[in-house]
């Protein structure tokens, strides 16, 4: 385990830097990521390399010569790639204009609070969530305001009283995450009509995480193979921003491409941050991501099927008794409520030792996650398989 790291004062860092929080879930991945034999669960990612379709198309690229620098707002087959694929899924016209490329949906959530958030500012973020919102939160000056979500039987849902008193004068913006991260929450058209008009009374921008929108298992919730979206409820002078990632749908986490979705009329200040954040997006890794988008559809309806497979066969742990699971609507995690726990990083740890099996922990995911374990089943259906019988097997002894 990690110790706290005390940095000497005479060093004087800006506290936005010091404040950056520690991931939970890197925490347990640099843990056990050598361990011999282990069943890797705790990351947000499949067992997949990326398709070869894709690779070539980047090897073509560098083939070509393409090292160049780029366009800030990304190439313009790719944005109008990105642009028809939105076309295809959400059934209307996009503007190209609306789509800026980015180096990975981090730096693109990175732009949105840049240009939403800073020193003063709140930000509500429903928990449990992903971690890297209250980090990008917090590197951008703002403030990280968890609204805890409720849970029943039928699973976790927003709590929009809680959401409406958390507002106060230095709110600026929203984040929703649907499906959500670590939980499979999916929003539904009346729950983001809520939001939306929340956000409309008081002023606030959302930011919309909408990339698990293709992974949806819950029939009720399925728009011809996506999940229900803002797209499908705001007006166009909606303050939303969406981020976006290639990592999820084609197996492409380590290449860090992405995208943000913004306003017309916002580009050229988009183009700006760019500039200084990165100045654009290597040419041949966008080859790659107009490849992914052209050539993907049935390697992602692979992945969707897999995810599904997957998400049943994690079901059975509830039958050790120690288990409780709501089945995820979507994305492609089982957030585990483990009967009995206090402290889910040490069993997060004690798993690695004695179960050879790597989930992440609740409390990675804010205090609303405490006594929780995320595990993603994106993964060969032998192995999920053999971490739930790993899993059965260890709990007694974890939570005894």
Not at 370 to 393: K, M, N
Request: hydrophobic share 45%.
């Amino acid at each position: 385990m990690n110790a706290s790291v005390s940095i000497p004062s005479v060093l004087s860092l800006r506290p936005e830097a010091e404040q950056a929080p520690t991931s939970g879930i890197v925490d347990v991945f640099s843990y056990g990521r050598l361990k011999p034999g282990i069943i890797p669960l705790w990351v947000g990612e499949g067992d997949l390399p990326t398709p070869s379709f894709i690779c070539e198309a980047a090897a073509q690229s560098l083939a070509k010569g393409e090292t160049f620098y780029t366009y800030q707002r990304g190439i313009p087959e790719l944005r109008q790639a990105i642009a028809g694929y939105h076309e295809q899924v959400y059934g209307k016209a996009f503007d190209p204009e609306r789509f800026f490329v980015t180096s990975g949906g981090m730096p693109a959530m990175q732009l949105a609070f840049r240009m939403l958030a800073g020193n003063g500012d709140e930000v509500l973020v429903p928990t449990p969530a992903w971690p890297n919102f209250a980090g990008a939160i917090t590197i951008a000056g703002a403030r990280p305001v968890a609204v805890p979500m409720t849970i029943d039987a039928k699973g976790w849902h927003l709590d929009f009283e809680r959401l409406e008193k958390a507002i106060t004068p230095r709110t600026r913006v929203l984040v929703i995450n649907s499906p959500s991260n670590p939980t499979g929450w999916v929003a539904s058209h009346a729950d983001l009509r809520t939001v939306l008009d929340l956000a409309r009374r008081h002023g606030l921008w959302i930011m919309a995480d909408e990339i698990y929108s293709r992974f949806v298992h819950d029939p009720a919730l399925s728009i011809d193979g996506r999940t229900p979206s803002f797209r499908d409820v705001m007006e166009p002078e909606d303050k939303i921003l969406f981020i976006q990632t290639f990592s999820k749908n084609w197996a492409m986490t380590g290449w860090r491409l992405g995208w943000l979705e913004a306003p017309l009329g916002l580009g050229q200040v988009i183009e700006n941050l760019v500039q200084y954040q990165t100045s654009g997006t290597p040419v041949f890794i966008q080859r790659a991501g107009v490849a992914a988008i052209e050539q993907g559809e049935s390697f992602l309806a692979d992945q969707i099927a897999k995810a599904r497979y997957g998400r049943e066969i994690v079901g059975r742990l509830a039958e050790t008794g120690l288990v409780e699971l709501a089945p995820p609507s979507g994305a492609f995690y089982a957030f585990l409520k483990i009967k009995g726990a206090t402290n889910s990083k040490d069993i997060a740890f004690r798993l690695i030792d004695e179960a050879n099996v790597g989930l992440a922990p609740g409390s990675a995911f804010g205090e609303a996650g405490e006594g929780y374990l995320r595990l993603c089943y994106l993964r060969r259906p032998e192995d999920v398989e053999e971490a739930v019988r790993r899993i059965s097997e260890a709990l007694p002894r974890l939570v005894a």
